[in-house]
């Protein structure tokens, strides 16, 4: 899978002068809603396993019952309370989740069971709910029906309020001093639910990562309407991550940094500070619509990268005028089976609708050896980002290929889509691939399914053999998307997300300038439409030396489309094409020679 080195790994030469930043740990995870949080960590233990059971004596038996029913009080008041508070800001259908935690908190036999443990065994009230709450969990997940486990769940975020309420209560009566509070930490967190995205207080937390959790359950659908940070999927991370911690949420590109140095932190602070109140993008306002300019008035397409739903809605909300690369992986990666031309037609038609009317590009899925997909590669290869990926994978494994293609034909039936091929080397993979996609219509023709009959079908231009072959390639594909960051590392036999090598990438290499400008004249020579992406291609002067090679549509992230479009809009072209003539004729980088000064701790003149 394409996985696009951070765009805070490599010094901005606009914004500091100095040693690249320490990135700290970097963990990966799912998104489930993007956006930008960083500040210290609060471990949310497990309170259904806290302990030894701890029993009271008879005497105390009323206490624990009058205890019970103050904190069901006090959680359906919270749950009111946060229902009033969300109306208007969630959509209604969402907000009717709150309703069945109401319910399950006047649910007799929830009350019953917990009431008899206190009654009959002499349970402590967190000890009896701990073992209802489990019971019902265990027993629910036997079941392999959706809408129990989706239950077990919520009943298990009711039994936590519950719990939370109660050590809130005597927290309070002994007078401690109040911890870190949720509003201006993150939380971490084994599993994903609902009580854990607002304080007891329900005021909204600024981000979560958790190691569990779907990206269809309750908690996932209001962590992306409330337009919380949110990760999951973060495997062995309550080890990896101490209370207190210092750590950078980016939801967006599914990185949590921890402890992170200094200069990192300000440059994501000052990246957060570009946010609203409410985690969005402050990307809302009539200056999306008009079609972006250079200074001096040349017209600039700009389209949306996306790799998950919730970008696309963003996409669709800041009226971008289509999705120019939608990276299809996340279905492949979140179960070990693949997924079925169900899940996925019904996924692609979401991405559709979260931008209505206006095209949009799938790539297929790009998975190396090193994603742990056992169904496209039986054990990791010696060299993955060289061995079977992209379109390579594809051919290879050609019922994963056919089923995504069904699954684009079906939900592309009344729409503009397109597809863009991974990876692609030569003609021969991508005269293949139209051989097989002729196959496909036929059998959804039989099945009697409607489909989408013509697609546009273009390449993803990522090594140098592509170079050599444009001319035979454009004339072949209906257009050429560049990823510049892939095709940098093969030009320059570089790892991308090594940071010894981040000024490099920060800045186009002359040789890479060359083979740019060639990509462009041979693309034009055969009326090709051309488009970039990329972290690199927003870095730095990146954008400015693209335009002066004469790239004039990009994809970009909708969460950094203001900041780019800033760059686009200061640039003027003249200087632009005569910046890339200079550069372009030198012998080597600038940047890596000034790089070389910085770590032997001199500064050029």
Known sequence: MEVEPDPAAATDPETQVGPIPDSGVVLRGQTVAPGLALGPVRLQIDEMSRGPVERIPADAVDRELNRFRQALIAARTQLEDLRDKLRGRVPEDEARILDTHTTYLRDSVFIADVEHLILNERLRLEAAIAKVIGDFDRIFRLVQNATLRQSAIDLRDVGLRVLRNL??????????????????ALLVARKLSIVDLFTLRNERIQGIATEEGGLTGHAAIFARSMRIPTLIGIEGLCQQVSEGDFVILDATEGTLRVNPGIQLRRQYAQT?????????PSLHGDWTRPTPRLKDGLEVEVLASCGNLPEAQQAGEIGLPGIGLYRTELLYLVDPLPPSRDALSHHYRAVISAIPGQPVTFRL??????????????????????????IRALLANEGVLRRQLEALLIAGAKSDLRVAVPFVIDVQEFSRLREILVDVRQVLRRDGLPYRESIDLGIVLETPAAIFGLDDLAAEADFVAVNLDALQQHLLCMDRNDTEFARTFASLHPFCLRALQEIVVRANAASTPLSVFGVSSRQGENTELLLGCGFRSFCVPPALLEPFLERVQACELAKAVELVERRAAESGSSQADRFAGYRHGYSPP
């Open 365 to 390: 899925v790009n998975i190396d050896s090193s994603m742990g997909v056992p169904y496209l590669h039986m054990e990791r290869e010696k060299n993955p980002n060289l061995g079977r990926v992209g």
């Open 167 to 184: 050590a809130s209560e005597e927290s309070d009566s002994r007078g401690d001093e109040p911890s870190s509070t949720l509003e201006d």
């Open 272 to 280: 957060a500070r570009t946010t609203e109140d409410e985690g969005r």
